[in-house]
């Protein structure tokens, strides 16, 4: 997300990479905030719990498709 758990920068763009970069060493609260929002959107959209459980309700999805 964009400005929030990080900047997203196109490819091969340096310019772009580097004003990130400094952005984040200019702004070490702001640099702190963003790493911890995103350690939390991995906990909680990618965590070995979160996908488990999708993996879980797709398996029974599968199921449920069968003929009876």
């Known amino acids: 997300l964009d400005g929030v758990t990080g900047y997203n920068v196109e490819p091969n763009n340096l310019t772009?990479?580097?004003d990130g970069i400094n952005a984040?060493?200019?702004n070490p609260v702001k640099a702190q905030e963003m790493g911890n929002a995103a350690r939390k959107r991995i906990e909680?959209?990618?965590g070995a719990d979160v996908i488990a459980e999708?993996?879980?309700q797709c398996y029974q999805e599968s199921l449920a498709c069968l003929p009876k």
């Open 44 to 46: 909680t959209e990618f």
């Open 16 to 18: 772009a990479l580097a």
């Open 24 to 26: 984040l060493l200019a």
């Open 54 to 56: 999708r993996e879980w």
